[in-house]
């Protein structure tokens, strides 16, 4: 089974920027759609963005939208998650995974879960 591995993350001011990569070990991550979830301290684990196995299909949450970008390079075995006008409402514990059921946006339809990166936004 694929392993997922996300990092990048760290500490950066308020309107600034970020990028977050996911890399894959043990299989090509062409062969998975993927989605970027986080968890900030006290809420439940959040739908951030999701990308299709070939990058042609792009979906994310309304709190994002048109700030955030999720792209992939399949030679690359990476998925990666870049954010724009960064708030400190985007402070949280971000992971990425692959999707085993078609469909949802839920944690429980991901699997193969990384170790999540720590994003923290200073005003």
């Known amino acids: 089974q694929v392993q997922l591995v996300a990092s990048g993350g760290g500490l950066v001011q308020a309107g600034g920027s970020q990028r977050l990569s996911c890399a894959a070990s043990?299989?090509?991550?062409?062969?998975?759609?993927v989605g970027w979830f986080r968890q900030a301290p006290g809420k439940e684990r959040e739908f951030v963005a999701f990308i299709n196995w070939s990058g042609s299909n792009t979906f994310y949450a309304d709190s994002v939208k048109g700030r955030f970008t999720i792209s992939r390079d399949n030679a690359k075995n990476t998925v990666y998650l870049q954010m724009n006008s960064l708030k400190v409402e985007d402070t949280a514990v971000y992971y990425c995974?692959?999707?085993?059921?078609?469909?949802?946006?839920?944690?429980?339809?991901?699997?193969?879960w990384g170790q999540g990166t720590q994003v923290t936004v200073s005003s």
């Open positions: 043990g299989r090509s991550i062409s062969s998975y759609n």
């Open positions: 995974a692959k999707q085993w059921v078609h469909g949802g946006t839920r944690p429980t339809d991901f699997d193969s």
